[in-house]
C-alpha cells in the first residue's frame, strides 16, 4: 500500500520507500567505513567542559566548537575524510523529491 509523504515537523518530510532497501544498505556500509576514520567517530569536548551525548563522525571538514578545520587535531591528528560527491548528490536529489 503507498504511503504519501508527509511534513513531520517544519522543515523535516518523510517520504516513505523514496531509497530502496539496496541504496540504504550501501549507505549504512558507508557510513560504518567513515565511523572507523581516518577520523573515527568521537563524543565532541565542548568548551564549558561537557561532553556530547552523541558521538559525530565528520566529512569534509572537521568540526570543533565554533570552529571548521580539515585535520582533526583533537582527536588524532589525522585529515578527515573528503565528502562523497555521491552522497552530495544523494542529499539533493532526496531534497528535490520532499520538496520539489
Do not use: F
Not at 74 to 85: M, S, Y
Amino acid at each position: 500500500m503507498p504511503r504519501e509523504r508527509a511534513e513531520v515537523a517544519p522543515g523535516a518530510v518523510h517520504v516513505p520507500g523514496w531509497l530502496p532497501v539496496e541504496r540504504q544498505r550501501e549507505l549504512v556500509g558507508a557510513c560504518r567505513e567513515w565511523a572507523r576514520g581516518p577520523v573515527p567517530m568521537r563524543h565532541t569536548a565542548l568548551p564549558g567542559g561537557g561532553v556530547m551525548s552523541v558521538q559525530t563522525v565528520c566529512l569534509g571538514w572537521h568540526w570543533q566548537p565554533y570552529r571548521y578545520v580539515r585535520v582533526a587535531g583533537d582527536v588524532n591528528g589525522e585529515r578527515v575524510a573528503e565528502l562523497p560527491g555521491w552522497l552530495v548528490e544523494l542529499g539533493r536529489a532526496a531534497v528535490a523529491e520532499a520538496y520539489g
